[in-house]
């Protein structure tokens, strides 16, 4: 009888370690972005539309030892081209923690930084792709 009981406890904890793991892929890259973002602080500034598109500086604050994959920038539903220092290197490369100051980062066919919104994509671990809110106009 014993073994029966050890064995259906087992058994039971195995069962619901699988029925949660599909829980914890779905809400655990939601709770990371809220409670442990990427980079904070973020202050565009010096933003000037060009023929192009919009060019401006920026300053944020790395929080966290991620590698970068990505920025993605929106204006309504349209994701926009985004040139890291267009007149220098255009490889974004991962910076290390503290304060950054970049630019200018030219985002075009962007009619000014209202309105508009960007998410930056790190990996910070093996489960999944970190998503930080970078910018919200």
Do not use: N
């Not at 699988?18 to 779905?26: N, S, V």
């Not at 602080?41 to 010096?46: K, P």
């Amino acid at each position: 009888m014993f073994k029966f009981t050890k064995f259906s406890s087992s058994l039971l904890v195995v069962g619901m370690s699988l029925a949660l793991t599909p829980a914890f892929f779905a809400v655990g890259p939601v709770l990371e972005a809220r409670w442990f973002p990427v980079v904070r602080d973020v202050e565009l500034s010096h933003d000037e539309e060009t023929r192009e598109g919009t060019s401006f500086y920026v300053r944020f604050r790395k929080v966290r030892h991620c590698e970068f994959l990505a920025l993605v920038w929106y204006e309504g539903p349209v994701r926009l081209s985004v040139d890291f220092e267009p007149h220098g290197e255009d490889i974004p490369e991962t910076r290390p923690l503290g304060a950054q100051y970049a630019g200018p980062w030219l985002v075009r066919d962007l009619h000014g930084i209202k309105d508009s919104r960007a998410h930056v994509y790190h990996r910070c671990h093996p489960l999944w792709t970190t998503i930080t809110t970078f910018f919200e106009g």
